[in-house]
Nanobody
Framework: QVRLVESGGGAVQSGGSLRLSCAAS????????MNWYRQTPGKQRELVAK???????TYADFVEGRFTISRNNVRTTVALQMNDLRPEDTAVYYC?????????WGQGTRVTVSS
């Protein structure tokens, strides 16, 4: 069973920083692309960042250099460092991967940014 467990969400003021972490189990972690998505009420879940097995990274346009995704293949974790947070970054953030023909999601961690 693939399991993804996020942590690190919270409430910060505009301009603040948070570091999200996702612990993965049940997969040969180093072989899989890992992704961070986010969702706000009434909107579809959107991709924030992704990191390939060889650590190539891709970011959504709205990131604008503020976030950094990284992975630790020994600890089987993927992190999202978020700096210069804005109120529009308020969302539930989800860890995601595709493995064994299925999409797997964590339970989400809430990020709230106040102005």
């Amino acid at each position: 069973q693939v399991r993804l467990v996020e942590s690190g969400g919270g409430a910060v003021q505009s301009g603040g920083s948070l570091r999200l972490s996702c612990a993965a189990s049940g997969i040969n972690f180093r072989l899989f692309e890992m992704n961070w998505y986010r969702q706000t009420p009434g909107k579809q879940r959107e991709l924030v960042a992704k990191i390939s097995p060889n650590s190539a990274t891709t970011y959504a346009d709205f990131v604008e250099g503020r976030f950094t995704i990284s992975r630790n293949n020994v600890r089987t974790t993927v992190a999202l460092q978020m700096n210069d947070l804005r109120p529009e970054d308020t969302a539930v953030y989800y860890c995601h991967t595709v493995a064994r023909g299925n999409a797997w999601w964590g339970q989400g961690t809430r990020v709230t940014v106040s102005s």
